[in-house]
């Protein structure tokens, strides 16, 4: 990835952090245990980009954000992403996971099936695992078999992850969740 700028914001769940570069967005970073923990991860994610005034389609992007995490649902596919410097395989699974409507879930065995990789579940885990792009990319929405809630690699994990299914009233997902 190329240096990208990037800026934190508040959102319901916390103060998360987007970079972008040109017209696209290029990370997402959810809430760490501090602000200054998710600016350090961030500015990793950036590759020495700087913090700057986000340009007006950030700004859109920062807003349909903070309105979906507040409960106004929305798919936020109309985010513009770059993704051209990620792995194929992690790509084709991005693909899938994006296209998958908020409050919904597929299972990791389920997307590796949809990228015709069956039985790659775990390849499918792995490549969420590194997912820069979080909620954009709704890596969240993906289960363990039996709808188990499996891993998740942001900060608090499995909590962060039932938070954000809770918000999307995803079945099963829909008791409150205190923050």
């Known amino acids: 990835m ?6 934190l914001f508040d959102t319901p769940i916390g103060e998360c952090g987007i970079g972008w570069t040109g017209s696209r967005v290029v990370a997402l ?22 913090d700057k005034e986000p ?6 992007v920062i807003a349909g954000i903070r309105r979906h ?9 109309w ?3 770059d993704t051209t410097a990620l792995p194929p395989f ?3 699974v991005y693909t899938v996971t994006r296209a998958i409507d908020p409050g919904n879930t597929l299972t990791y065995g389920e997307v ?6 069956r039985g790659a579940a775990q390849a499918v885990g792995q490549a969420l695992g590194r997912n820069p792009i979080p909620i954009l990319i709704p890596c969240h929405r993906v289960l363990a078999a039996g709808n188990r809630i499996g891993g998740f690699s942001a900060y608090g ?16 997902f829909d008791d409150p969740v205190l923050f």
Do not use: C, M
């Open 29 to 50: 970073q959810l809430p760490e245990v501090t602000a200054a923990a998710t600016r350090e991860r961030l500015a990793s994610l950036t590759k020495g980009g700087l």
């Open 112 to 117: 590796a099936e949809l990228v015709d990789s």
């Open 55 to 60: 340009p007006q389609f950030v700004q859109e």
């Open 69 to 77: 995490l507040a409960g106004e649902l929305d798919d936020l596919r």
């Open 157 to 172: 994990a499995v909590r962060t992850k039932r938070t954000l299914l809770t918000i999307e009233h995803a079945p099963g």
């Open 90 to 92: 992690d790509r084709k």
């Open 2 to 7: 190329t240096a990208s700028d990037y800026t």
């Open 79 to 81: 985010a513009p992403l």
